[in-house]
């Protein structure tokens, strides 16, 4: 007899949690406008690439100075691997002159040259970087 009042107190129990009183609506959340990432840094702008001159009387009138040696290269391992071309060479040979903090280079050699360890082909040019300053 004891559980038949505990019978009835679950029933009346779990019989209330079915029904639901109706209320209003449950707020929306807010949506916050997007935040915008920060721009980012714009990188540095690339020195200019020094010129080129091939010939030394393409330098009369102008004052310049030596600043080093300098030589591009480009290997082409196999037959099957790109062409090593002078114009790679060259464009390596102008980016080491600017980082010496050149503004021309006056070239002296381009060619090349097959039978390199190493390599297949190789491209190799050589000059002398020039600081040539603006009168």
Not at 2 to 30: D, E, M, N, W, Y
Not at 51 to 78: H, I, P
Not at 103 to 115: I, K, R, T, Y
């Amino acid at each position: 007899m004891r559980a038949i009042p505990l019978v009835f107190l679950a029933l009346s129990l779990t019989g209330c949690s079915l029904l639901q009183p109706k209320t209003a609506p449950a707020p929306q959340p807010v949506i916050e406008p997007a935040v915008k990432a920060p721009a980012k840094a714009k990188p540095a702008p690339r020195p200019a690439t020094a010129v080129l001159y091939n010939s030394a009387e393409e330098l009369v009138g102008k004052t310049f100075r030596d600043m080093g040696e300098v030589s591009g290269s480009v290997c082409q391992a196999s037959m099957q691997d790109t062409p090593a071309t002078v114009a790679n060479a060259r464009r390596r040979m102008q980016t080491r002159a600017t980082a010496m903090r050149a503004n021309a280079v006056l070239v002296h050699n381009c060619q090349v040259v097959s039978g390199v360890a190493g390599c297949y082909r190789q491209a190799i040019c050589e000059g002398t970087a020039l600081k040539i300053s603006s009168q």
